[in-house]
């Protein structure tokens, strides 16, 4: 397997940092994964491994502002700057590997990140994975409407955290996160959560043109985000190919809780069953 890591240029001069893991012989498809709050790629190195293990090439960036990339921390003014960065990435990849069908992996608000790239770029992708999907969170609608009111006043005033223990039913892996010194301290701006507001708002809109194969995952016990919210996408995604699956009583973090190797083991036999020649 090899592994680079780099810094790439992205929308509106900012540099990004990229992690990429390639299988020694001729890769399948092509996974790129989103990462959302509370992250970074390099938390998904267990995932590259166990994707690349089956022939895979895996790209995972960190978002502008999050993790090692540039840009003010963890702040954006819209989703289109994240979007962007995700569109980076993909053109990336398939300019390196030519010909190769490439999935989209999106966590939590990489979730709303990556169907709203999906959204405008369909064609791009061979299939979605939507993990823990950030669309709907619990949090009444005049809490959302006061954040968004409050981003044009103080927009950089952070405004929510989320809590690792939330993430995952392994200690270990809790404790990880909590000694992670690039997700120490995470707080969301203002601007950061209305822009994640008004992408979930168009999402709602634009649902039914989504057309393309998706998977849609969420654990029963997600404190985080609502997995609700999942089974609204499915429902409304004109894709003929579609499936939700609810993980009974596994937390936020689908790959990295208590259970990950059964999900890892879904998520890899979705994607071989569309791409020819995978599952051999």
Same mark, same amino acid.
């Given at each position: 397997?090899? %592994?680079?890591?780099?810094?790439?240029?992205?929308?509106?001069? /900012?540099?990004?940092?990229?992690?990429?893991?390639?299988?020694?012989?001729?890769?399948?498809?092509? %996974?790129?994964?989103?990462?959302?709050?509370?992250?970074?790629?390099?938390?998904?190195?267990?995932? $590259?491994?166990?994707? %690349? @293990?089956?022939?895979?090439?895996?790209? !995972?960036?960190?978002?502008?502002?999050?993790?090692?990339?540039?840009?003010?921390?963890?702040? #954006?003014?819209?989703? +289109?700057?994240?979007?962007?960065?995700?569109?980076?990435?993909?053109? *990336?990849?398939?300019?390196?590997?030519?010909?190769?069908?490439?999935?989209?992996?999106?966590? =939590? @608000?990489?979730? *709303?990140?990556? %169907?709203?790239?999906?959204?405008?770029?369909? $064609?791009?992708?061979?299939?979605?994975?939507?993990?823990?999907?950030?669309?709907?969170?619990?949090?009444?609608?005049? /809490? &959302?409407? &006061?954040?968004?009111?409050?981003?044009?006043? +103080?927009?950089?005033?952070? #405004?929510?955290?989320?809590?690792?223990?939330?993430? =995952?039913?392994?200690?270990?892996?809790?404790?990880?996160?909590?000694?992670?010194?690039?997700?120490?301290?995470?707080?969301?701006? !203002? !601007?950061?959560?209305?822009?994640?507001?008004?992408?979930?708002?168009?999402?709602?809109?634009?649902?039914?043109?989504?057309? &393309?194969?998706?998977?849609?995952?969420?654990?029963?016990?997600?404190?985080?985000?609502?997995?609700?919210?999942?089974?609204?996408?499915?429902? $409304?995604?004109?894709?003929?190919?579609?499936?939700?699956?609810?993980?009974?009583?596994?937390?936020?973090?689908?790959?990295?809780?208590?259970?990950?190797?059964? *999900?890892?083991?879904?998520?890899? +036999?979705?994607?071989? !069953?569309? *791409?020819?020649?995978?599952? +051999?």
């Amino acid at each position: 397997m090899t %592994v680079i890591e780099e810094r790439i240029d992205s929308t509106g001069g /900012v540099k990004i940092y990229l992690r990429s893991w390639k299988p020694a012989g001729k890769p399948k498809a092509i %996974v790129v994964i989103c990462h959302g709050f509370n992250s970074h790629g390099g938390l998904y190195i267990w995932t $590259a491994e166990q994707l %690349v @293990a089956d022939g895979y090439s895996v790209y !995972a960036l960190d978002l502008r502002g999050r993790g090692k990339s540039e840009g003010p921390r963890f702040y #954006v003014d819209t989703i +289109a700057d994240y979007v962007g960065d995700v569109a980076t990435v993909v053109r *990336v990849a398939k300019t390196r590997e030519p010909g190769l069908p490439l999935f989209l992996l999106g966590h =939590s @608000a990489g979730g *709303v990140i990556s %169907v709203t790239y999906a959204l405008d770029h369909q $064609a791009e992708l061979a299939g979605l994975i939507c993990e823990s999907f950030a669309y709907r969170v619990p949090a009444p609608g005049i /809490v &959302l409407s &006061l954040l968004k009111g409050m981003s044009a006043v +103080a927009p950089r005033l952070g #405004v929510f955290k989320l809590k690792n223990s939330d993430f =995952s039913r392994d200690p270990a892996m809790v404790a990880l996160l909590n000694s992670d010194p690039l997700i120490a301290n995470e707080s969301q701006p !203002a !601007a950061t959560a209305a822009a994640l507001i008004r992408a979930s708002e168009r999402l709602k809109r634009e649902f039914s043109r989504i057309t &393309l194969p998706v998977f849609i995952l969420h654990g029963t016990m997600d404190k985080a985000t609502v997995p609700a919210g999942s089974q609204e996408f499915a429902a $409304a995604a004109a894709s003929k190919d579609k499936t939700l699956k609810l993980y009974e009583g596994h937390f936020h973090d689908l790959l990295a809780d208590v259970g990950k190797e059964g *999900v890892m083991a879904d998520i890899k +036999a979705w994607i071989a !069953a569309r *791409v020819p020649g995978a599952a +051999a």
